[in-house]
């Protein structure tokens, strides 16, 4: 790991997350409110851009705990020799956002058109059109076209040349779009897909080496999130700071929706979990009848839980 000083009264720890999305919120929130410190962590809280590249740091002791959304981590670990663990869940559902041109009023005028899609191997967009286009009468294998999207600040330049008629959002870019006259056509509250978007991972042999730490880490994250409820107006500075707005509207509208979906007690997603593994499943056969309980440690969030601190913590502090 690279060289760098230390309080020697606090642990060292170093988080990393892999998106500028929201996602990461808690972890910013903690790192920003203080709350590593106060829980005995010198910890350094840094961005490692792609969710791939995140799990291979982990997976070469470069970092001790990354935020990130779980295709690649179990991927990573269905084709290596080594297991990497959710600790907390955050993200438990899907957040993207079926987003379409002004004049589109129903989903079903989506037929014949062409849709922005993402590209990686989280394949994410394919289950969620799944979700959003049958219900509608719409096969997505074979009555829409597609076009790529490098990312969504490229999906929103097609949205406005006219290249697509709609894409999936999340936060923030959901909101530039909106901003720009685009229309939301499919919520995802209106869905709650189980995906574990988002949340601590390491690997399993950290967990066994440093307990303490692990300890630390989650009760950050939980203190984090209490945090990111109960202020929001920090939040939206974080979320702004973190995700690079220069529109506080836009931060704030960010802060806001993330409440609906980061839990008091962020546990792993087993359902989440194995949605991913199903999906996977049909590139990867190594996800196939794999229990997504392989992949879920929450027995640090559930000593943390039993012991009556989480409810306690919002009965202190109500949001």
Not at 261 to 268: C, H, L, Q, W
Request: proline letters at 6%; a negative charge; aromatic letters at 8%.
């Amino acid at each position: 790991m690279t060289e760098t000083k230390h309080d020697k009264n606090k642990i060292p720890v170093r988080i990393t997350y892999g998106a500028l999305g929201a996602g990461s919120a808690p972890v910013w929130t903690a790192h920003e409110a203080g709350i590593f410190e106060r829980n005995g962590l010198d910890a350094e809280v840094f961005m490692i851009r792609g969710r791939a590249a995140v799990s291979d740091a982990l997976l070469k002791g470069e970092v001790h705990f990354g935020n990130v959304a779980s295709p690649n981590p179990l991927q990573y670990s269905l084709q290596g020799d080594r297991d990497l663990v959710y600790l907390t869940g955050g993200l438990n559902y899907v957040v993207q956002t079926l987003v379409v041109q002004p004049e589109i009023t129903d989903i079903s005028q989506l037929k014949g058109r062409t849709l922005g899609k993402s590209g990686g191997d989280s394949d994410l967009d394919d289950i969620l059109l799944a979700q959003f286009l049958p219900p509608a009468g719409i096969d997505p294998r074979k009555d829409v076209a597609y076009a790529n999207n490098e990312n969504q600040p490229d999906a929103i330049e097609q949205l406005k040349s006219g290249a697509i008629d709609g894409t999936l959002l999340t936060p923030p870019w959901l909101f530039v779009a909106q901003k720009a006259g685009f229309k939301i056509i499919m919520d995802p509250m209106d869905v709650m897909i189980d995906y574990q978007l988002g949340g601590i991972v390491t690997t399993k042999e950290l967990v066994a080496a440093e307990p303490e730490l692990v300890r630390r880490v989650v009760k950050s994250y939980v203190d984090g999130v209490h945090h990111y409820k109960r202020h929001p107006d920090f939040a939206t500075d974080v979320v702004q700071k973190y995700s690079k707005l220069t529109d506080r509207d836009i931060a704030r509208q960010c802060q806001a929706h993330y409440v609906n979906f980061f839990g008091n007690k962020p546990y792993p997603s087993d359902k989440g979990i194995q949605t991913v593994l199903t999906q996977l499943a049909k590139r990867l056969p190594e996800a196939a009848g794999v229990d997504a309980a392989r992949f879920i440690d929450a027995s640090w969030l559930r000593e943390l839980d039993d012991s009556g601190y989480i409810d306690e913590l919002y009965e202190r502090e109500p949001v």
